[in-house]
């Protein structure tokens, strides 16, 4: 078994891979249901048709919210990213500590 495996068998990584999974599975999924909502409403009703705000229809405004759900998600992954390199540097802490290396 190689370093890999010696990494992918500690604590630490694995905590690692649990919290990533833990925010990007549900973070993916939340993203793919709301971009594709435009679509399909705008498509096989007309719930978005309505005015909202003087000529602007409720679909302008569910597009514009697409502009901002995908910055409120690259805001939250930064977030979330500095705390994964903490991890990051605690799995290689873990494998130079068993003299392995750490690259």
């Known amino acids: 078994m190689g370093d890999w495996g010696r990494v992918a068998q500690t604590g630490s990584f694995q905590e690692l891979i649990r919290q990533k999974s833990s925010f990007i599975v549900p973070a993916t999924?939340?993203?793919?249901?709301?971009?594709?909502?435009?679509?399909?409403?705008?498509?096989?009703?007309?719930?978005?048709?309505?005015k909202a705000v003087g000529a602007i229809?409720?679909?302008?405004?569910y597009a514009f919210a697409?502009?901002?759900?995908?910055?409120?998600?690259?805001?939250?992954?930064?977030?979330?990213?500095?705390?994964?390199?903490e991890l990051v540097n605690k799995v290689k802490q873990e494998i130079t500590d068993k003299g392995g290396k750490a690259e």
Do not use: E
């Not at 229809?57 to 405004?61: D, E, I, Q, T």
């Not at 697409?66 to 390199?85: P, V």
């Open 29 to 50: 999924i939340f993203f793919f249901v709301f971009y594709f909502i435009l679509p399909v409403l705008t498509a096989y009703s007309t719930v978005l048709n309505k």
């Open 57 to 61: 229809n409720w679909a302008y405004l």
């Open 66 to 85: 697409q502009f901002a759900m995908t910055w409120g998600l690259c805001h939250l992954y930064m977030r979330k990213a500095n705390k994964f390199d």
